[in-house]
């Protein structure tokens, strides 16, 4: 258990500015989740935690060193790799021993720590075999099984579960967090998979070209975005971003109009982008007598609806609300026609606003 | 109705492959054999006497097999020298440029750095170098550093050509093993020399192997520098000897083609078992998840 | 402090790998071509203690020379007919061997014809020696099938002599380009064929719309490779006809050894090799723009 401190940190590939100054803060035990479109950094980032990239400027420290220009076996990390990089040549016993042969450990304790660990993951059996005699998820637990025997006081992941495929994704999901709360270690994870950092995180920071966008638990990043970029990053399907006009009845898309009470601080006739989650767009006849009443919600628009998807236990329900397609949601027993116009209630009070020019949220 | 006219066709068409495959393999067969067989027609020789090499109507397989061939060479020291300095200078070129090329395809495979393009085209570029162009400078280098009809000299010498290949070569397959196995390595605390050879080697193997085999081939089989720069029957390698024997023996034919065999067995085998390798490739599960 | 000077220590590294073979390359090169331009400068280099500086007489005797321009001419006829050969040849086989058999056929094939590739240029021309001999095998076929009435002497006709030289070379040099075409072969994705095999494409059609465009760098750089390497052959030659008979296949390699080991004219052959460096320079630029592009 180590806290992290990552200070103002610049990764330039020659002229190119990777990184824009990171910082980033994780308290010892913290799981940190990096999540991100592909080339927003996040990888870099962590691959400068590890030292397997140079520090152009800032500083990293973990525990109380700073570990800028320290071989990465010097930082006391363990990394477990996207495509495990386990050694084809050697048996998964010597792949989980290795570090610990490098570091010349006398052989009855590694022999004890490599057993335990495999106990911990299920790989007893397996010691044995090579790498290419596993299947996926077995190489995954091989490849942080090699993170764990090294006691290491920070864990780093770096979008460990990319190469599996979903059912086993969710598995091996549960199976971090289980190791998590079980170790305690502190953990910086990569990913580009939002549902991974929701479930995993306990501390979510989102990265945008190079800059860190918005850091939080995973309640205030979902519900409390900071931009567009956020807001539409998170949820899937991702939030409705429409741009509208605020009137003085509420908010105008296009010809189509919502009524509402004017959402605070804004003052009619100022251009917002407007931010609602499918979850909060309901067809009129689903409300219930005191969702009518409440008057966050709006009076139900009617809309022409151009497809419905089924998911199971909900509907997707696309729509078009001025020039925009938007989509919203429904019971998954609902019957709902295509290509008729239907009336669609929206929860404003789950609306979020942002600014069009600074597309950061006005509060 | 519609299911037996489908199923009269599939038959039709796999009388048809069979026949075209019948047809490929009569064609490889044939084709191989003509490539072939001036090595079958080197092996008969060596096993009929001289008085029959042009008996007609010529024969693959003769009535009795003529060891006298093998046995002349077998049993004359001078062959033995040739077979030695051959295996010397080509074991000792082939260690070397093993090392000192894998150590330099290290280095182009794994880092960027200033004029790493402009190296690499160098080594490329020393591979196209005539060595015919070569051969008069080098005579006079050899010679001036005390070389000449030495087999240190013809080590120097083949170094120069083997180790553009064995860079070119280790390069390509240090390419094909994935980064992550060298940051896996640097984490669990190996050094870049440690990463090398802990980790890379053992998964680059059958390209370690086929690199090897091609260097002694090429340290084999060199005439021209072997025949320049050594003068003394002591130091000749197997080419050489062979040519040697043309004028030497007239027209041997049993004897020469015996020794034509017997020097050109090690490369046959080495050959063999590499094949295996260089099909097996990198392929095999592991290196790629 | 220590910062820096382990980020010196890092960027050090890949030299530190290179080093060893960079500077044999280079000091084993350089200096050798460096000579073999000085001695075609001189008179009398090699043989005699303190050769005479004389520009580039060397090079006007050369070029003056008929036997100079006979032994190019040759070895442009050598160079052109050799690599047209290894690339039929090649790329035929290459076509055959990677047609629908079963995989260890195709192994047993493949391994078969790389063979002629591997002997040593001795062994090869020793062969074929015995083969074009005027009692030998290949006379013998040529009368039974009723093709000649007389044996022909293959290696000692200045008329024949270059025929069976090229029939040699397309022997042993074909491999290196069957091989190649074969590992490129495996490069074209299988959709393609799928796709062309749909649109109703016949074998032929599948060859020069699919397999040909898809292979056409590699078909070039090989067949570069293949041409600045047959233009500077030596052994081949030398150890099947000598060059003769007379001059009739001399080539620059051998113009350039006989100068030199036979004539002891040590200025001469350097000029005759620094002439087959230039040439083969000019081809090698053209390898490398293709090399470099995938660099």
């Known amino acids: 258990m180590s806290r992290i401190e990552i200070r103002n940190l610049v990764k330039m590939y020659g002229a190119h500015q990777a990184l824009h100054g990171i910082d980033i803060s994780i308290q010892p035990g913290e799981f940190c989740v990096l999540v991100g479109p592909s080339g927003c950094g996040k990888s870099t980032t962590l691959r400068m935690v590890a030292g397997l990239e140079t520090i152009s400027g800032g500083e990293v420290s973990i525990g109380d060193r700073v570990v800028n220009g320290l071989r990465p076996k010097e930082r006391g990390i363990a990394m477990v790799f996207q495509n495990y990089a386990l050694y084809p040549s050697k048996t998964v016993y010597n792949n989980m021993a290795f570090s610990l042969q490098l570091s010349r450990m006398p052989k009855p304790e590694i022999e004890r720590r490599v057993r335990e660990v495999a106990e911990i993951l299920e790989l007893t059996p397996l010691l044995d075999r090579k790498p290419g005699a596993l299947s996926g998820g077995q190489r995954q637990r091989v490849a942080m099984g090699r993170a764990i025997v090294r006691d290491p006081k920070v864990f780093l992941f770096d979008e460990p579960l990319s190469n599996l495929d979903a059912k086993l994704r969710g598995q091996m999901r549960a199976e971090i967090k289980r190791l998590h709360q079980r170790l305690e270690n502190t953990i910086i994870y990569v990913t580009h998979d939002q549902v991974e950092a929701m479930t995993l995180a306990d501390r979510i920071v989102i990265m945008r070209d190079g800059r860190i966008e918005q850091q939080g638990t995973p309640d205030e990043i979902f519900h409390d975005p900071d931009t567009v970029f956020v807001a539409g990053f998170m949820g899937s399907p991702p939030m409705n971003l429409v741009d509208c006009m605020v009137t003085p009845d509420g908010l105008k898309l296009g010809d189509s109009e919502i009524t509402c009470a004017t959402p605070n601080g804004l003052r009619a006739g100022e251009r917002v982008i407007c931010g609602i989650r499918p979850d909060d767009i309901r067809p009129a006849s689903d409300m219930t007598a005191d969702m009518t009443a409440d008057t966050a919600h709006s009076a139900p628009i009617t809309v022409p609806i151009n497809l419905i998807e089924q998911l199971g236990t909900e509907k997707l329900v696309h729509f078009s609300a001025g020039d925009h397609e938007m989509i919203g949601k429904t019971g998954g027993r609902v019957t709902m026609a295509e290509g008729a116009p239907h009336p669609m209630s929206f929860d404003m009070k789950h609306a979020y606003f942002f600014d069009p020019k600074s597309e950061k949220r006005i509060r | 109705m519609a299911d037996v006219a489908t199923q009269g066709r599939t038959i039709n068409e796999d009388r048809q492959r069979r026949w075209r495959q019948a047809g490929i393999y009569i064609a490889l067969t044939v084709v191989t054999f003509i490539m072939v067989f001036p090595i079958l027609w080197m092996i008969s020789v060596s096993l009929k006497p001289t008085t029959e090499t042009f008996s007609l109507p010529p024969r693959l397989l003769p009535d009795s097999f003529h060891w006298g061939g093998y046995a002349k060479v077998l049993t004359d020291p001078k062959f033995r020298t040739f077979l030695i300095n051959s295996y010397v200078v080509g074991l000792a070129v082939t260690a070397l440029s093993l090392v000192i090329g894998t150590l330099a395809a290290f280095g182009f495979s794994r880092y960027r750095f200033f004029g790493d393009r402009v190296a690499k085209l160098f080594v490329i570029t020393t591979q196209m170098v005539p060595t015919i162009t070569l051969l008069i400078p080098y005579f006079g280098v050899i010679v001036f550093l005390g070389l000449y009809d030495t087999l240190w000299g013809l080590i120097l010498t083949y170094l120069t050509f083997a180790l553009p290949y064995s860079i070119v070569m280790m390069n390509g397959y240090l390419d094909t093993i994935p980064k992550d196995f060298d940051e896996a390595a640097t984490i669990d605390g190996c050094t870049p020399l440690g990463v090398l050879v802990r980790v890379l080697l053992p998964v680059a193997l059958p390209g370690i192997i086929s690199t090897a085999v091609y260097t002694f081939l090429l340290a084999w089989n060199e005439f021209l520098f072997a025949l320049a720069l050594t003068r003394s029957m002591d130091m000749r390698t197997v080419p050489v000897g062979i040519s040697m024997m043309v004028g030497e023996f007239g027209l041997k034919w049993d004897k020469m083609m015996a020794f034509s065999v017997i020097g050109s067995l090690p490369v046959l085998i080495l050959f063999m078992l590499v094949q295996r390798f260089v099909v097996g490739g990198l392929s095999a599960g592991g290196v790629k998840g | ?295």
Do not use: C
């Open chain 3, 1 to 295: 402090m220590t910062s820096t000077i382990r980020q010196m220590t890092t960027k050090g590294t890949p030299y530190f790998f290179l080093l060893p073979g960079l500077v044999i390359l280079g000091a084993l090169l350089s200096v050798p071509l460096y000579k073999v331009v000085e001695y075609s400068l001189y008179d009398n280099v090699i043989v005699e203690r303190n050769p005479t500086y004389v520009g580039l007489a060397n090079y006007q005797t050369l070029l003056t020379d008929p036997g100079y321009w006979s032994a190019g001419l040759n070895t442009l006829l050598f160079t052109v007919g050799s690599v047209l050969g290894h690339m039929v040849v090649g790329i035929g086989l290459a076509l055959l061997v990677n047609a629908d058999i079963a995989p260890r056929a195709r192994t047993f094939f493949r391994s078969m014809l790389v063979l002629p590739w591997i002997f040593t240029a001795v062994v090869v021309a020793l062969n074929w020696q015995l083969l074009l001999n005027p009692f030998g095998l290949i006379n013998y076929i040529l009368q039974w099938m009723g093709l000649t009435t007389e044996p022909l002497d293959w290696l000692g006709d200045p008329n024949l002599a270059m025929w069976s030289l090229l029939l040699i070379s397309t022997w042993r040099g074909y491999p290196f380009i069957m091989v190649s075409f074969l590992s490129g072969l495996q490069t074209v994705p299988r959709e393609l064929y799928e796709a062309a095999e749909i649109d109703g494409a016949g074998f032929w059609s599948k060859f020069w719309h699919v397999t040909l465009p898809q292979l056409k760098p590699v078909i070039y750089g090989v067949a570069l490779l293949d041409l600045i390497w047959t233009f500077q052959l030596f052994p081949l030659v030398w150890l099947s006809t000598g060059g003769g008979p007379g001059r009739a296949t001399e080539v620059l390699s051998t113009l350039t050894f006989r100068l030199a080991f036979v004539d002891f004219q040590f200025s001469q052959a350097a000029t005759v090799a620094v002439s087959i460096l230039i040439i083969s320079a000019a081809f090698t630029l053209l390898y490398l723009r293709n090399e470099a592009r995938r660099l």
